[in-house]
């Protein structure tokens, strides 16, 4: 075998190049977001009394299954009450409950969801709240 040494140096580059990109954005890049929770109605409540239908970890991890729940309870049963583990009620509704606390759905859905690459088809019907539409949509 000849010029071996040249083949695994070029190969060596190679990699190096390829993955640079990697290497330099590592850290950096996609930071996971933070969702914001900074909406009006939510600054209407109490600093303690600033939270959500159920506490943030089950919220974070199980909100998808919460509000199928919440379908499946208000159009299947009829029944739009909803009892918390703290027993304090709420009207289910995707619309006039969820999306009234987090009307900034761009800065808090989405970006959650683009970063995780999931998109909801909720919104072909659900109405979404009325943001100013930032720059890059004008
Ligand atoms: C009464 C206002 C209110 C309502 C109604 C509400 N939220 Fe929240 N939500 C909050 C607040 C405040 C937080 C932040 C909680 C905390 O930091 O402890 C939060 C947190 C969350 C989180 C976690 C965010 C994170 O940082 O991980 C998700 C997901 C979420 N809400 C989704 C929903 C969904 C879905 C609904 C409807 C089923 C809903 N929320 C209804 C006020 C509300
Ligand atoms: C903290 C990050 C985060 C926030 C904030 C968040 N989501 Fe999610 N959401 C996720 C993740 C992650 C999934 C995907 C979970 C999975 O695939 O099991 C998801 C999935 C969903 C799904 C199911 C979609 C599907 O196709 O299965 C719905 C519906 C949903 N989110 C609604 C909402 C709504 C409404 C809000 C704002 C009120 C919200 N989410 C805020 C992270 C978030
Ligand atoms: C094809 C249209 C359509 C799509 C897509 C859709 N929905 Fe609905 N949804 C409806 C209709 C119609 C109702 C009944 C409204 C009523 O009776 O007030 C409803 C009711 C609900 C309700 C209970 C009542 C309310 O006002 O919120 C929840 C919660 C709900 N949908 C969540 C979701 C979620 C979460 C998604 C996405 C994963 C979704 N829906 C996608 C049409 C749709």
Redesign the pocket.
Known sequence: MYDAWKILVGLAIFVALFTAAFWMNAGKAAPVPE?KIDTPEIKKMAKAERKCVEDKHFM?TT??QL?NHWRDQALRDGNRDYINKDGKKYYISLQNT??KC?SN?KD??DK??DY?G?S?Y?WDCHIAPKEEPKRNEL
């Open positions: 969702p974070r909100h998808m509000i969820c999306m987090h759905k808090f859905c959650c969801h995780t999931v909801p909720c």
